[in-house]
């Protein structure tokens, strides 16, 4: 499949997400949160010191932002940001991507060593925060957990294990609780980082080392894959009637690079299975 550019001009992309008829992404190295509309104009709507990354929305509509290097939630009001659940008690190193779910509990995955200053991966947690912004350790022994999806019925929460090669699983209670680990998709090869979830249960992962961005279901058969000439990042289904899946891509990770060369872009095709669940 051919991509197609959206815009460009982007330090580094990260948490995409398909809202009210627009894409929403929060450009880390750049420290801002934009929303880009079909055309690829680009709208700033927060601005994050501490680095932005994953996204998500409270049932009241207001924005959820997290600050990555201060291991904060913050949310928007209509006064500006304000801090919305601190995990810097729980969090072992950079907090990194979310996910909210209907009823506004969110998953929050962080780095939990320092990966930028060459450190060796060490497993960390998934903290989970309950509508209310208390967070709590969801889930333990997981190596760079990073971007999540919950499935439409709310039952089922999936986490991308960037350094385990691995899409984890956990059934989701009505009370939050994660339980029943388990391997859903092992993805030798890959390095799972952004994720989404397709309406007949197949999951796109952005892959960076790979360059790619596949499409895998339960089990870990490959179904899709689209190559893409730089790393990619992250990656959301949206668009009028969610076939289109959007990547976000870099030529690579490093804060100072990102933030010289700008050149990370959103790249969009067509696919044949609309998104579901969440984000």
Known sequence: MKTELLTDGLCFGEGPRWHEGALWLSDMHAHVVYRI????????????????????????GRLLIVSMIDKQILVQNPDGLTLWSDLSELARYHCNDMVVDA??????????????????????????????????????DLLFPNGSVITPDGKTLIV?????????????SPQGTLENR?????????????????????????SP?????????????????????????????????GRRLFILT??????????????????????????AGWP
């Open 37 to 60: 509309d079909a055309q690829g104009h680009k709208t700033t709507m927060a601005e994050v010191p501490n680095r932005p990354s994953g996204l998500g929305w409270l049932p009241d």
């Open 103 to 140: 009823e506004g509990q969110a998953w929050v995955g962080n780095f939990g060593f320092d990966l930028q200053g060459g450190a060796e991966p060490i497993p960390t947690e998934l903290i989970r925060v309950d509508a209310a912004g208390h967070p709590t350790i969801a889930a333990t």
């Open 160 to 172: 991308a294990e960037t350094f385990g090669a691995a899409l984890t699983a956990f059934d989701l």
């Open 182 to 206: 388990r391997i859903w998709a092992s993805l030798e090869g890959a390095v799972p980082d952004g994720i989404c979830l397709d309406a007949a249960g197949g999951i796109w992962v952005a």
């Open 209 to 241: 080392t790979s360059h790619e961005c596949l499409r895998v279901i339960e089990g870990g058969q490959v179904t899709d894959r689209i190559t893409v000439e730089d790393q990619a990042f992250a990656c959301m289904l949206g668009g009028d009637d």
């Open 250 to 275: 870099a030529p690579d990770g490093d804060p100072a690079n990102c933030a010289a060369a700008k050149a990370g872009k959103v790249l969009y095709v067509d696919v044949d299975v609309e998104g």
